[in-house]
């Protein structure tokens, strides 16, 4: 089945750790994308990537890091420097740019942050 | 700037009435696309329906139709004969092509009775 699975489920976050939550998708897309879901609140866009080796960031990157080697993943690291990262992190995926049929964003189960 | 506002908060209804979600869009952008999630308590995103800019003709699909009229900047959503499994936070997002960027409304959550 194609799609996006993120792992883990659940992240807890002693003070002063980084920690990586995973996004992978076989759906064969060039963009990925990383939300932040606070409580009661719509998404907001963390980090963006168009292609493999290149990535932008959105609205609220500061204390967020990311990689894009592989076309397939986009893990995203939380730093020590993010002082409140407890939401909800929701990976997407679109097939590219161009049309709204390939700009419409696919997303994963997501992963609930907490810290300890 | 953009922006998109979901004045609803929370609608409940009882099954099988129609129900119309508000979404309203700010934008300078001539070229623009709109569209509607849902979220289950799941948590998952799940993309319902899109629209682009230059397109206003307004379509049914099963139980879903949207309604987008450039006029007034809204891409407003109706459910027809609600169901329990409706129950969700639905989001109206705007697109300016090419910036991979998603803006999100607030979200209203929905809460079908039976």
């Known amino acids: 089945d194609g799609g996006i699975t993120q792992s883990p489920k659940y992240l807890f976050r002693k003070e002063g750790q980084n920690v990586t939550l995973s996004c992978e998708q076989n759906?064969?897309?060039?963009?990925m994308y990383w939300y932040r879901q606070d409580p009661g609140q719509g998404l907001r866009l963390i980090y963006y990537s168009q292609i493999v080796n290149d990535f932008q960031k959105g609205d609220i990157a500061e204390g967020y890091s990311v990689s894009r080697e592989k076309k397939e993943s986009f893990p995203l690291t939380v730093t020590s420097a993010q002082k409140n990262p407890t939401a909800f992190y929701l990976c997407?995926?679109?097939?590219?740019?161009?049309?709204?049929?390939?700009?419409?964003?696919?997303f994963g189960p997501g992963t609930r942050l907490l810290v300890l | 700037a953009q922006k998109v506002t979901q004045a609803q908060t929370e609608i409940s209804v009882v099954e099988k009435e129609d129900v119309t979600l508000d979404c309203v869009y700010e934008t300078r952008d001539t070229t623009y696309y709109l569209f509607w999630y849902k979220q289950p308590p799941s948590g998952e995103l799940v993309f319902l329906i899109r629209r682009n800019s230059f397109d206003e003709q307004n379509e049914i699909s099963g139980r879903y139709s949207w309604n987008f009229q450039k006029s007034t900047s809204s891409f407003n959503f109706t459910i027809t004969a609600s169901q329990v499994v409706d129950s969700a936070v639905y989001f109206c997002?705007?697109?300016?092509?090419?910036?991979?960027?998603?803006?999100f409304g607030q979200g209203t959550t929905l809460q079908v009775k039976p």
């Open positions: 759906l064969n897309h060039d963009a």
């Open positions: 997407a995926s679109s097939p590219g740019f161009g049309t709204s049929e390939t700009e419409t964003q696919y």
């Open positions: 997002a705007l697109s300016a092509p090419h910036t991979g960027k998603l803006i």
